[in-house]
């Protein structure tokens, strides 16, 4: 009989903040311990936490993007449950009134099949201490520079029903988050964390029992941990078991899932609003202010760059899959005056794409800048370098040995499309092979190639293939 | 509604307050007290009544994102019972 699987995911994305959700202590990753954790955040008695705007903004172009409702009242709870990193016994949160309400998001698979996955809320909380354990033998110790920083949790519908489509999810709603700046996406230092409640039944059947899988900080981890929670469900379930609401964690050495702690306690965080602060009320007008300086998303970037710029799908999948990315290659373009939109792509694709990689280096950490670029397209374009001169030229930008044109002038790389000096090169090259003159005759017509090759190697590349092409054909008559 | 022994021992492993065995009857009894209130005010109509969120007819007041905070870990572990490197101690926790 075959298995249904329901799975929900709840995305925590730390917004790109100066200061903390409640207080003015800094958010900097990486200080030394306790060093940014201030009254309000180790909770001491008698502290009024004040909510932080930049929040507020970042909250509402998310809920925007979703084209979700905007919680116009929005109010903060106490969630209570005692644990050292949690200082207050509480944590700021909310329940009822969550400042983004139903949305929705459109995600691709790898087969081009699309599906309409449902957000259920996202709603504002701040974040926990961290707790530290050996320092002292037999103790705990407790880093509170990560409490109060503010998260955005993203809650889904239970709407994906594979791993892949639980990743597409993830992966988009990182993608997304990133275009519009609320939120680094740096899974490493935890800035964006995601955990999966998978369940399965038989078709037609209630939900099952659902585990919850927590702390993947890798797209990869997060699907291989899903498949593996999946197959554990049901084999226990078809061997007579039953799953236990619980939260487990992913082991990739083992490549298995084990148990962290039960939830049966799940429903007893006595929720309730926080008497400290007042409910937060959102005008039109504000939504409207920030709709207004909405970046332009993903999807319509993608949309924009076939229809308008006639690239293929693949082009610009590949372009606009970080907005440093798709900022890069508009900033090429324009540069170049849209002169050669597909030689932009094909550069930003492959040569410049491959340097990254190849340093592991992000778009906005390249030490070839989009005018630097620019610059070297706009001497192919103009004749001055064939596309393979540009691969040196390029090289040596990266390794930071000038502008282009510095460059092809140290090291006189400037194209021959002087007609005389090629003429002599094509003359010079047919005399030294006369035997490979008559086959070409004879009607071996690839013997063409073999002539332009020797002649480029002549020129040391750089004499212009086209003009070599034509001079040739004409001579060989 | 009114609570018995397992309730109330369940409520104080939430809470992380220990009533003692002979005590147990009497906060027991002292809790149903308190939800039998409950239960007198769940008949009033409260349809078209938003949940009240805060007693005061105020809005929140945000704080513009800048730090205004700076490094007081000495003084806030010198009140703490105990710290070491930097770091506030706590009985041990495992997960």
């Known amino acids: 009989m075959s298995w249904e699987v329901v799975i929900g995911l709840e995305i925590h994305a730390q917004l790109t903040t100066k200061s ?33 705007q930049a929040v507020i903004g970042k909250s509402i172009m998310l809920g925007l993007a979703l084209d979700a409702e905007i919680g116009k009242r929005s109010v903060f709870d106490r969630k209570n449950y005692f644990y050292p990193d949690l200082p207050k016994g509480y944590q700021t949160t909310q329940f009822e009134f969550p400042i983004v309400g139903q949305g929705k998001m459109e995600i691709e698979l790898e087969d081009g099949t ?48 594979s791993a892949k489509e639980a990743v597409a999810y993830a992966k988009k709603m990182h993608e997304l988050v990133q275009y519009l700046g609320i939120c680094d996406g740096n899974m ?79 429903n007893d965080y006595r929720y309730f609003p926080c008497p400290d602060l007042l409910p937060v009320i959102i005008a039109d007008e504000d939504i409207e202010a920030i709709r207004a300086t909405m970046p332009e998303l993903p999807d319509a970037k993608r949309t924009r760059f076939v229809s308008e710029l006639g690239l293929s799908d693949y082009d610009a999948t590949v372009l606009t899959s970080s907005r440093a990315m798709a900022e890069f290659f508009e900033r090429l373009v324009a540069l170049t005056d849209a002169k050669d939109i597909k030689l932009c792509a094909n550069w930003m694709t492959s040569g410049f794409s491959a340097a990254l990689n190849r340093e592991g280096l992000s778009v906005e950490q390249s030490p070839v800048s989009a005018e630097g670029l620019a610059g070297m397209i706009v001497r192919i374009l103009d ?95 | 509604m009114s609570l018995g022994k397992t309730e109330v021992e369940y409520i104080s492993r939430l809470t992380q307050i220990e009533v003692r065995e002979e005590a147990v009857e009497g906060v027991a009894e002292k809790l149903s007290n308190i939800l039998e209130l409950f239960a007198q005010m769940e008949a009033a109509d409260t349809k078209d009544v938003l949940p009240m969120a805060h007693p005061l007819d105020a809005v929140q007041r945000l704080r513009p ?15 703490a019972p105990a710290a070491a490197d930097a770091h506030y101690l706590v009985p041990q926790v495992i997960e």
């Open chain 1, 20 to 52: 903390k959700i409640f207080s003015g202590a800094s958010t900097a990753y990486g200080a030394a311990p306790n060093s940014q954790a201030c009254p309000i955040d180790v909770g001491m008695p008698g502290m009024l936490p004040v909510l932080n």
């Open chain 1, 383 to 477: 004749n001055s370098i064939s596309g393979k001169i540009a691969k040196q030229v390029f090289e040596a930008m990266w390794k930071g040995e000038g502008t282009a044109d510095e460059i092809i002038e140290a090291k006189g790389l400037k194209q021959i499309t002087d007609t005389g000096a090629i003429e002599a090169l094509v003359d010079e090259v047919l005399a030294n092979n006369p035997s490979q003159i008559e086959a070409y005759k004879a009607g071996q017509t690839k013997m063409l190639g073999y002539f332009v090759g020797q002649i480029m190697k002549a020129s040391g590349g750089q004499a212009n293939p086209g003009q070599v092409n034509q001079m040739l054909v004409a001579k060989l008559k």
């Open chain 2, 65 to 79: 994102d800048v730090v205004t905070e700076v490094d007081q870990h000495k003084k806030l572990q010198a009140i």
């Open chain 1, 114 to 161: 699309k599906k309409i996955i449902g957000v259920t809320r996202a709603h504002l909380e701040e974040d926990a201490g961290k707790s530290v354990h050996g320092l002292v033998p037999g103790q705990t110790g407790v880093d509170l520079n990560r409490a109060g920083t503010p998260l955005l949790e993203i809650v889904s519908d239970p709407d994906m029903s």
């Open chain 1, 188 to 266: 490493q230092e935890g800035s964006f964390r995601v955990d999966s409640n998978v369940s399965v039944r038989r078709p037609g059947e209630p939900l099952g029992t659902r585990a919850e899988l927590k702390n993947i900080n890798s797209f990869r981890f997060i699907e291989k941990a899903i498949e593996i929670e999946i197959e554990r469900q049901i084999e226990l379930i078809e061997s007579g078991g039953t799953v236990v609401q619980e939260t487990r964690l992913y082991d990739a050495d083992n490549d298995t899932t084990r148990s962290m702690r039960t939830k049966e306690d799940a």
